[in-house]
């Protein structure tokens, strides 16, 4: 079973980085079963999808795992919590009616939902990661007018800037995937203060270290 792990940059999966590494340097031991890559794509949808394709069209796997921080609509995740995003959304893909914005799929140019198609509950036997709906964005909100707006139509409790592309990606390859966030902030005017990033990072990776050594058992 081959397993790539993607992430938008090498800060996010730092340590993960180094465990995979430290598994394919120890002779006779880790890799019994599964072969574990990393893909560091850079940040966005175009860059994930365009680094993520390219890697799928020239290799196999069996499983993509999608890591990364994202900010969090929800004031029930506390700041560092992880969540299992199984439903997430490109929020702009579409169009403005004046008021009113038409999803691309309601336009009928094509899709803008997609979802994972792999549970955390499939591969890992740990401590329960809760399930969460997302959007991905270009633009990160930080304008109370606009968070409002946004959760009026869409409802959504995470926000990141690649998670549907990564969905999207995988699907059109037909490469199994997921995706796991750790809260960094809140979706709020910007506010760097009450930001937990190095919480977020190190919990993210206490995970992944966990995960990988689980799978590699």
């Given at each position: 079973m081959r397993i790539l792990f993607v992430a938008a940059t090498e800060f996010e999966v730092e340590?993960?980085?180094?465990?995979?590494?430290?598994?394919?340097?120890?002779?006779?031991?880790?890799?019994?079963?599964?072969?574990f890559g990393l893909l560091i794509t850079g940040v966005g949808m175009v860059a994930t999808?365009?680094?993520?394709?390219?890697?799928?069209?020239?290799?196999?796997?069996?499983?993509?795992?999608?890591?990364?921080?994202?900010?969090?609509?929800?004031?029930?995740?506390?700041?560092?919590?992880l969540v299992e995003i199984t439903d997430d959304t490109i929020a702009e893909l579409g169009a403005e009616d004046d008021e009113t914005f038409l999803p691309i799929n309601q336009m009928g140019f094509g899709?803008?939902?997609?979802?994972?198609?792999?549970?955390?509950?499939?591969?890992?036997k740990g401590q329960s990661i809760r399930q969460t709906s997302a959007i991905t964005v270009n633009t990160v909100h930080g304008n109370q007018a606009s968070i409002q707006k946004i959760q009026q139509r869409l409802n959504v409790q995470i926000e990141s800037m690649e998670g549907a592309a990564f969905f999207f990606a995988c699907r059109e390859a037909g490469v199994p995937c997921m995706q796991i966030r750790a809260v960094s902030n809140y979706v709020e005017k910007r506010?760097?203060?009450?930001?937990?990033?190095?919480?977020?990072?190190?919990?993210?990776?206490?995970?992944?270290?966990e995960l990988l050594r689980m799978l590699d058992g």
């Amino acid at each position: 079973m081959r397993i790539l792990f993607v992430a938008a940059t090498e800060f996010e999966v730092e340590s993960l980085k180094s465990e995979v590494e430290s598994l394919k340097k120890k002779p006779g031991l880790g890799l019994h079963t599964h072969d574990f890559g990393l893909l560091i794509t850079g940040v966005g949808m175009v860059a994930t999808a365009f680094a993520l394709g390219r890697e799928l069209t020239t290799n196999q796997y069996d499983l993509a795992i999608n890591l990364g921080i994202a900010g969090s609509f929800d004031r029930d995740i506390a700041l560092g919590d992880l969540v299992e995003i199984t439903d997430d959304t490109i929020a702009e893909l579409g169009a403005e009616d004046d008021e009113t914005f038409l999803p691309i799929n309601q336009m009928g140019f094509g899709e803008s939902n997609f979802k994972a198609s792999k549970q955390l509950s499939a591969i890992y036997k740990g401590q329960s990661i809760r399930q969460t709906s997302a959007i991905t964005v270009n633009t990160v909100h930080g304008n109370q007018a606009s968070i409002q707006k946004i959760q009026q139509r869409l409802n959504v409790q995470i926000e990141s800037m690649e998670g549907a592309a990564f969905f999207f990606a995988c699907r059109e390859a037909g490469v199994p995937c997921m995706q796991i966030r750790a809260v960094s902030n809140y979706v709020e005017k910007r506010n760097r203060d009450a930001w937990q990033i190095g919480l977020a990072v190190k919990n993210l990776n206490t995970f992944a270290a966990e995960l990988l050594r689980m799978l590699d058992g």
